[in-house]
Every structure is written in C-alpha cells, then in structure tokens.
C-alpha cells in the first residue's frame, strides 16, 4: 500500500500538473510512481527533465530499457520492474534478454550486456569503475560519451528507484503480469 497520495491531474500541486499531463499523453495513464512524486513538485520536475535527455541521448530505447531494467533490479525496486519490464518487450528487448536481467543474470546480447554490467558496477561501487570496466564497455563498441549517458540514466532510475522504494505506489492492471518482488537478503 502507498504511503503517498496517488495524485491525479486534478489533485496535484499546480507546479506538478504538468508533468503527469505530459506522462498521461505519452503513456495513456499516470504511471502511479508520477502520482506519488507528484507530491514534490521539486521531485518531479526534475525527474522528467532528466529522463527526457535521457531518451534523447544517442542510446537505443531497447538499451535505455535494458539499462532501467537492470537499475530497477539491482536497486530491488519492485514497481520500476514491473514497469520496465513492460517497455522493455514493447521495445522489443528480447524476451529472454528481459528474464536474464530480472534474475540479475546478464542478457545474451553482447551489447545489452556490457550496458547491464555497466549499470550494475556503477550502482554496486558506488559510481566507481575501474580501468577495466571503462575498456570492455568501449570494447562492446560503445563510445565514452555513452559511458556518459550511462550514468545519467543510473541518475535517472535512481529517482524512480528510490521513490518506489519509500512510496511504495501500487501496480496498475497492465503491469500486473511483470510483477516482480526482490530476493530476500
């Protein structure tokens, strides 16, 4: 159960309303995650001017969806999941590529891998990556100023992660097939 409001367009604080205008649009419902941020309009603002560079940047959306997959799983947030999931196959991620991720396991595309391994060594050393993690990302033939992307899309999820995690939205019906729900540590 969320500890927040679920906020809608009209319950919103005037600040937020725009943002979860411009979500309902591009997604056809205010993911619950927004409604919850939508609390802070600090929060969600910046949250959405982020991730729109993000998806401007010169990554994929399936390697963006790969990336906030294997964020949401690395930082056990239950609903980015779920939702990551969901647009990750609508990306056409292929399947098993998505299950390997969801079980921390690294996807058999070459590329989408060393995106996940990237991913997970940023968020697990805390930012820190050594020589060698820098060269088998540019070995995969990707370029530094990707390496750069990568990290704003860490930044990115971290948001969505994070609010997850203390707000704790609930799933919408169309992601309820993706559930997911972290290993016990």
């Known amino acids: 159960m969320s500890r927040y409001p679920l906020h ?31 609390v802070s309009p600090t929060l969600i603002n910046g949250f959405i001017g982020l991730f729109e560079r993000v998806h401007a940047s010169s990554l994929s959306e399936p390697q963006i969806q790969t990336l906030l997959l294997t964020n949401a ?5 239950e609903w980015p999941v779920a939702f ?10 292929p399947p ?13 595309d070459s590329q989408l891998a060393a995106l996940s391994a990237l991913a997970r060594t ?8 050594d020589d060698a993690d820098q060269r ?15 990290i704003a899309v860490v930044a990115a999820s971290t948001i ?3 609010t997850s995690s203390v707000t704790r939205p609930p799933l919408e019906a169309p992601f309820e097939a993706f559930a997911w729900h972290a290993p016990a540590q």
């Open 84 to 93: 990551h999931t969901a647009l990750a196959l609508q990306q056409h991620v």
């Open 136 to 150: 088998r990302f540019l070995a995969a033939g990707f370029s530094a100023e990707q390496l750069l992307e990568v």
């Open 96 to 108: 098993a590529d998505v299950d390997a991720i969801r079980h921390g396991l690294p996807p058999a």
């Open 73 to 77: 799983v690395t930082n056990a947030s």
């Open 160 to 162: 969505t992660n994070y």
């Open 122 to 129: 940023l968020i697990q050393q805390r930012g820190h990556l």
């Open 8 to 38: 809608t367009i009209a319950s919103a604080p005037a600040q937020s309303k725009p943002v979860l205008q411009q979500l309902q649009q591009a997604f056809g419902l205010i993911p619950n995650i927004a409604a919850t941020m939508a």
